[in-house]
């Protein structure tokens, strides 16, 4: 039962993630912002990641106590796709608050986006991890 929802949570990551970086890549590249269908596409997964990166991050946290089985691929790559997680939103957040100049606001819109990217390596480390810890847990299945 676990398993199966380590799986659907790391499938829900999966795919909001990758409809986070389809809808900014483009700009990104053209080092334009955001806009149209596209930032309406961003925002609305944007959500779907602020409410689901907790629930991840509580639901994988039983494998920190580190056993013997657990692989320290995953250990790095939960680790990895919180930090980039958590800045990635916390950028956005801080450019809501009256405190940064417009300056600012650019670059951390800039660390966002490089935050957000840096989403795809960490969680392709989890899913490696997670997949060496199921063999070293279950050798024969
Ligand atoms: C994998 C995750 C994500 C990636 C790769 C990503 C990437 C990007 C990139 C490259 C931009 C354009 C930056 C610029 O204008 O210089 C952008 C804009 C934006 N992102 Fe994200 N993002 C991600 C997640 C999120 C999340 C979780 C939120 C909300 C908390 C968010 C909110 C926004 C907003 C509001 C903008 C528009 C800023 C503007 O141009 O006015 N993004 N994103």
């Known amino acids: 039962m676990l398993v199966w929802i380590d799986r659907i949570l790391l499938l829900a ?30 925002m609305m997964a944007s959500g779907v990641l602020v409410m689901g990166l907790p629930v991840f991050a509580l639901f994988f946290l039983r494998y920190l106590p580190a056993k013997r089985t657990t692989s320290w691929l995953q250990i790095l ?24 100049s417009t300056h600012q606001m650019h670059s951390l819109m800039s660390v966002h986006g490089w935050a957000g990217f840096m989403m795809i390596p960490a969680i392709v480390l989890l899913l490696i ?10 050798p024969h299945s």
């Open 13 to 42: 990551l999966v795919m909001v993630v990758a409809v986070l970086v389809f809808t900014s890549w483009p700009a990104a590249m053209d080092e334009q912002t955001l806009d149209g269908q596209a930032l309406l596409v961003h």
């Open 77 to 100: 790559g939960y680790i990895a796709t919180l930090a980039a997680g958590l800045v990635t939103i916390v950028t956005v957040f801080l450019c809501m608050l009256p405190v940064a």
């Open 129 to 138: 991890g997670t997949r060496a810890t199921r063999s070293a847990s279950h």
